[in-house]
């Protein structure tokens, strides 16, 4: 499975931005998603994460309301709606499939390149 990330930018704080993660391969739909951030000479972090039907999503307590994740098994894609945006949620944002979703890495077995999101106050 190969991850394309994309949809970052540059946004005002409390606007949104819609992330996307393009899969190729055929497994996509087996796979669990998880979107993770890291911020300039900060550690990697986890934000949200879905499972591989969709029926559970996870969210750190800093995006909880604010930000969705989503799935679309039949494109091979995942989003994150990222709505009512801080300063503190600038950061390069990366996503990535495992069999579970998981805090922390491993068990992730791919990742995307990476988008940055920048928010101004």
């Known amino acids: 499975v190969q991850l394309q990330a994309c949809g970052g930018g540059s946004v005002q704080a409390g606007g949104s931005l819609r992330l996307s993660c393009a899969a190729s391969?055929?497994?996509?739909?087996?796979?669990?998603m998880a979107w993770f951030r890291q911020a300039p000479r900060k550690e990697r972090v986890f934000v949200a994460g879905i499972s591989w039907n969709g029926e559970s999503t996870f969210y750190a307590d800093s995006v909880k309301g604010r930000f969705t994740i989503s799935r679309d098994n039949s494109k091979k894609t995942a989003a994150l709606q990222m709505n009512s945006l801080k300063p503190e949620d600038t950061a390069v944002y990366y996503c990535a499939a495992g069999p579970r979703v998981s805090w922390y890495d491993p068990p992730y077995d791919y990742w995307g390149q990476g988008t940055q999101v920048t928010v101004s106050s």
């Open positions: 391969g055929r497994t996509f739909s087996s796979y669990a």
